[in-house]
């Protein structure tokens, strides 16, 4: 199977799985997937302000050392993650001067670079971003304790597991008691001929300490962080002004990118990362090397096809909403609200394709305004060979395509454990309901749906929205999530 031919997606594992009927806290939502660039870790953040750590276990010891000697292929097993520790990065904050509450919610994170064995993650909100550490580090406890004769054994027992109570407690804040908590690795007890003033090891631990807190630098909410490969800087983007930072400097930065006006009724552009876009859909790039002040653009991507006839909806829609660089420095993939578009950075005039993934909704763009839907931030994310790319929409639904290869309209997953339920419906008839017909592909390329249907009806659950996704840096795997579960698939 060639590089760009399409993929066959299999659920491969899920975190904090909601059960039917069971109620979860706006909290738990969440809110940020990132990859380890080595795809050896996974963390996920939610609206509560925690960090959950994944670690990767490949399960390499399921065939013997013979068997694996006499096999004529290799034995290939798709990553598997087990939880590794969680702990809070952020609270609830209010902003005096200001009068505004700060939320906890997690907008982005990255992982930096390691020089050792520990864990370095940027984690920011809307106002404040920092810097966490985890490293891994033995527990041990000492019991002191002398049983004397009228002590009943009962409370000796009670008095030595005291010592070590909540050892495998949550440290969770915010209510929901995630699922994943309960596949933590149980600690090593005392053994119970221990002796008075005894040291012994509980067992391994990650501690998660935070070493900087890059704060007070943004007016407005930080969209995206992203950090150099230089591992000494990143960059951190707002609505309207792009910072750099040192890492070890937390107390200044250096402003790049500065779009607000004298009068903000003249307000046009917003900023993405270091390529940003504007609301009529402009992809602007710059280039470092010409100017430290990054005010002036090197190159504009436009789709001129698209400057058709336009309405009321029309710089709502062509919004950009996430961008990704492929990893051969050429190639750009972009989200707007209806499509994924694949940009090469020598082709200005039009993207080389166009995937669509909410075009179904476009009759019903003001039924979406009032519900504020449409004004909706989908990510997207892009395989390692840059062949395969893949992004959100409603109804815990995920698109996956192939360029130059496979399905015109993609394949539609869910985001379940039964992954190509959707897929299975592109039999059916195109009147099916909401499934049927996202999954069936309609609105294909050059057709439209212009059906006479003027009711407020939205042919999808926009309360189930799977906006967060991220493509594992060096196999075929995707984790994406819906409400407070982590989805997982491989192909």
Same mark, same amino acid.
């Given at each position: 199977?060639?590089?760009?031919?399409?993929?066959?997606?299999?659920?491969?594992?899920?975190?904090?799985?909601?059960?039917?009927?069971?109620?979860?806290?706006?909290?738990?939502?969440?809110?940020?997937?990132?990859?380890?660039?080595?795809?050896?870790?996974?963390?996920?953040?939610?609206?509560?302000?925690?960090?959950?750590?994944?670690?990767?276990?490949?399960?390499?010891?399921?065939?013997?050392?013979?068997?694996?000697?006499?096999?004529?292929? %290799?034995?290939?097993?798709?990553?598997?993650?087990?939880?590794?520790?969680?702990?809070?990065?952020?609270?609830?904050?209010?902003?005096?001067?200001?009068?505004?509450?700060?939320?906890?919610?997690?907008?982005?994170?990255?992982?930096?670079? @390691?020089? +050792?064995?520990?864990?370095?993650?940027?984690?920011?909100?809307?106002?404040?971003?920092?810097?966490?550490?985890?490293?891994?580090?033995?527990?041990?406890?000492?019991?002191?304790?002398?049983?004397?004769?009228?002590?009943?054994?009962?409370?000796?027992?009670?008095?030595?597991?005291?010592?070590?109570?909540?050892?495998?407690?949550?440290?969770?804040?915010?209510?929901?008691?995630?699922?994943?908590?309960?596949?933590?690795?149980?600690?090593?007890? %005392?053994? %119970?001929?221990?002796?008075?003033?005894?040291?012994?090891?509980?067992?391994?631990?990650?501690?998660?300490?935070?070493? /900087?807190?890059?704060?007070?630098?943004?007016?407005?909410?930080?969209?995206?962080?992203?950090?150099?490969?230089?591992?000494?800087?990143?960059?951190?983007?707002?609505?309207?002004?792009?910072?750099?930072?040192?890492?070890?400097?937390?107390?200044?930065?250096?402003?790049?990118?500065?779009?607000?006006?004298?009068?903000?009724?003249?307000?046009?552009?917003?900023?993405?990362?270091?390529?940003?876009?504007?609301?009529?859909?402009?992809?602007?790039?710059?280039?470092?090397?010409?100017?430290?002040?990054?005010?002036?653009?090197?190159?504009?991507?436009?789709?001129?096809?698209?400057?058709?006839?336009?309405?009321?909806?029309?710089?709502?829609?062509?919004?950009?909403?996430?961008?990704?660089?492929?990893?051969?420095?050429?190639?750009?993939?972009?989200?707007?609200?209806? +499509?994924?578009?694949?940009?090469?950075?020598?082709?200005?005039?039009? %993207?080389?394709?166009?995937?669509?993934?909410?075009?179904?909704?476009?009759?019903?763009?003001?039924?979406?305004?009032?519900?504020?839907?449409?004004?909706?931030?989908?990510?997207?994310?892009?395989?390692?060979?840059?062949?395969?790319?893949?992004?959100?929409?409603?109804?815990?639904?995920?698109?996956?395509?192939?360029?130059?290869?496979?399905?015109?309209?993609?394949?539609?997953?869910?985001?379940? /454990?039964?992954?190509?339920?959707?897929?299975?419906?592109? @039999?059916?008839?195109?009147?099916?309901?909401?499934?049927?017909?996202?999954?069936?592909?309609?609105?294909?390329?050059?057709?439209?749906?212009?059906?006479?249907?003027?009711?407020?009806?939205?042919?999808?659950?926009?309360?189930?929205?799977?906006?967060?996704?991220?493509?594992?840096?060096?196999?075929?795997?995707?984790?994406?999530?819906?409400?407070?579960?982590?989805?997982?698939?491989?192909?």
């Amino acid at each position: 199977m060639s590089s760009s031919a399409a993929l066959e997606w299999k659920f491969s594992q899920v975190f904090g799985e909601q059960s039917p009927g069971e109620k979860v806290d706006d909290v738990d939502f969440i809110s940020a997937v990132e990859f380890e660039s080595r795809g050896d870790y996974l963390v996920a953040g939610d609206h509560g302000g925690r960090i959950i750590l994944f670690e990767r276990t490949d399960g390499t010891n399921l065939h013997p050392r013979k068997e694996l000697e006499h096999m004529d292929y %290799p034995a290939t097993v798709h990553p598997r993650y087990f939880y590794k520790t969680e702990f809070q990065s952020h609270e609830l904050e209010f902003d005096y001067l200001k009068s505004l509450e700060i939320g906890e919610k997690i907008n982005k994170l990255r992982f930096c670079a @390691t020089p +050792n064995n520990s864990l370095f993650i940027l984690s920011t909100n809307d106002r404040t971003i920092k810097l966490w550490k985890v490293s891994e580090c033995k527990v041990k406890r000492v019991k002191e304790m002398e049983l004397s004769p009228n002590v009943s054994s009962e409370n000796a027992l009670l008095s030595g597991k005291s010592f070590v109570a909540g050892l495998n407690e949550s440290s969770i804040q915010n209510g929901y008691h995630l699922e994943w908590i309960d596949k933590k690795p149980r600690s090593v007890s %005392p053994a %119970p001929e221990e002796g008075p003033n005894t040291i012994f090891n509980v067992g391994e631990s990650s501690v998660a300490r935070c070493r /900087r807190v890059y704060a007070h630098a943004h007016d407005y909410n930080i969209n995206s962080i992203s950090n150099n490969s230089d591992g000494e800087t990143f960059i951190s983007a707002d609505d309207l002004r792009i910072n750099l930072w040192n890492m070890e400097v937390s107390n200044r930065c250096f402003n790049i990118v500065d779009l607000k006006p004298l009068d903000m009724e003249d307000l046009i552009d917003y900023c993405n990362l270091l390529a940003y876009s504007s609301s009529r859909g402009f992809i602007r790039l710059v280039d470092m090397r010409q100017s430290a002040l990054c005010d002036q653009n090197a190159k504009i991507l436009l789709d001129h096809e698209a400057r058709g006839s336009r309405s009321f909806f029309t710089e709502i829609i062509a919004s950009i909403s996430d961008i990704k660089f492929a990893k051969d420095g050429r190639h750009i993939l972009s989200r707007d609200y209806m +499509n994924l578009k694949l940009w090469d950075l020598h082709m200005e005039s039009s %993207p080389i394709a166009i995937f669509k993934i909410n075009e179904y909704l476009r009759p019903k763009l003001s039924v979406l305004y009032n519900h504020d839907a449409i004004f909706d931030k989908f990510e997207c994310c892009i395989s390692r060979d840059g062949h395969h790319f893949a992004s959100g929409s409603y109804s815990n639904i995920f698109k996956v395509f192939s360029h130059d290869g496979g399905q015109d309209d993609g394949i539609t997953l869910e985001a379940s /454990r039964n992954p190509n339920r959707v897929s299975h419906c592109r @039999t059916a008839t195109r009147t099916a309901g909401l499934l049927g017909s996202f999954a069936c592909g309609l609105n294909r390329r050059g057709h439209d749906n212009t059906g006479s249907d003027a009711s407020d009806e939205i042919p999808c659950n926009l309360k189930s929205k799977l906006i967060h996704l991220a493509w594992h840096p060096t196999t075929s795997l995707i984790a994406c999530a819906t409400k407070c579960s982590l989805y997982m698939y491989y192909a």
